[in-house]
């Protein structure tokens, strides 16, 4: 599947930072061994961020969530050398189980000072610091 691009020549992805109870919902990803936030590439032109971003992290944590504020981009260049926007939301943790598999085979539940210590790259921690100036509504 050919990679969809934003008007820039982004690859454009989206995800979200999953609360429930104070906490938030960390990814582990096997193929780069890094810890992160629920995330993944636009499936086509058609299929909106916000939309994107709710798929994702289904599909990655099991969890059906609610649609929150927005999070600042973060854009960077990924490993094969693309430049890449993820656009981010603030999500409400609903229902669902997590089931191990290729993309994330574990998930933690953890205070945010404790998820900034785990998480593997610095744009991810920007969203840490961003959950505080967008009040939980």
Excluded at 36 to 58: H, I, M, Q, Y
Excluded at 80 to 108: H, I, S
Aim: charged residues 35%; glycine residues 8%.
């Amino acid at each position: 599947m050919r990679d969809v691009r934003d008007t820039q020549g982004r690859v454009r992805a989206a995800g979200g930072v999953v609360l429930r109870d104070g906490e938030v919902l960390v990814v582990h990803r096997p193929r780069y061994d890094d810890w992160s936030f629920p995330k993944g590439k636009a499936r086509s032109r058609r299929e909106s961020d916000a939309a994107t971003a709710l798929r994702e992290v289904r599909e990655e944590t099991g969890l059906e969530c609610e649609l929150g504020e927005p999070l600042p981009d973060v854009t960077y260049t990924d490993s094969l050398g693309r430049p890449k926007v993820v656009r981010y939301w603030r999500m409400r943790a609903g229902a669902g189980t997590f089931e191990p598999g290729d993309e994330v085979d574990e998930v933690r539940w953890l205070p945010p000072d404790e998820a900034g210590l785990l998480l593997t790259y610095d744009h991810d921690r920007v969203l840490l610091d961003a959950l505080e100036a967008v009040p939980d509504a």
